[in-house]
């Protein structure tokens, strides 16, 4: 009976000292087409340079370029290694270039949050959940009410709501 309670208190010290691995990449898959006629550039060798803008036409804060082949389909998946990138950092743009042609640049609407949410410190307890959260700064969520029974109900800037059920 002693042993077997030092193995599970062994088992329980062992899962508490692990600590979450969240990589920092990001797969990502482009079409590549020929900015002139349109036509999808298939299985041929492309440069794609992928990055990130602080606003549409804004400062570059991030890019990384590849080097790669598209499929019949003019396809090709690609890694971003994304370890650098702050992701408080307000209205991003990803912004896309292949074979030196500026293809565009589309909103990011959310980061990835296992990524963001690395940077929280300590552990947040259902009771330090209760009550009503609330933000000015962010596009989507205007407050957010948290109950004792895991319920929670979300209020959105355009005046929408929905409920939720949350376990911690």
Known sequence: MKNLFICI??????VLNIE?????????????????TGKVLSNQKVSIEMALLKGINGEKIWSQTFD???????????????????WNTPDLYMSTIINENDCGSAKLCSVPYSIQAKTIDGVI??????????????EGFFK??????GTASCIYKNGSSADLYYSI
Do not use: H, K
């Not at 208190?9 to 062992?14: D, F, V, Y």
């Not at 979450?20 to 002139?36: G, R």
């Open 9 to 14: 208190a062994i088992i329980i010290t062992s």
């Open 20 to 36: 979450a691995v969240i990589p920092n990449e990001l797969n990502y898959q482009v079409m590549a087409l020929d900015p002139t």
């Open 68 to 86: 790669t082949e598209t499929d019949e389909a003019g396809i090709c998946a690609i890694t971003l290694d994304v370890t650098e990138v702050d």
């Open 125 to 138: 307890t259902r009771r330090d959940l209760i009550g009503t959260w609330a933000s000015e700064e962010n």
């Open 144 to 149: 957010i009410n948290f109950n004792n029974d």
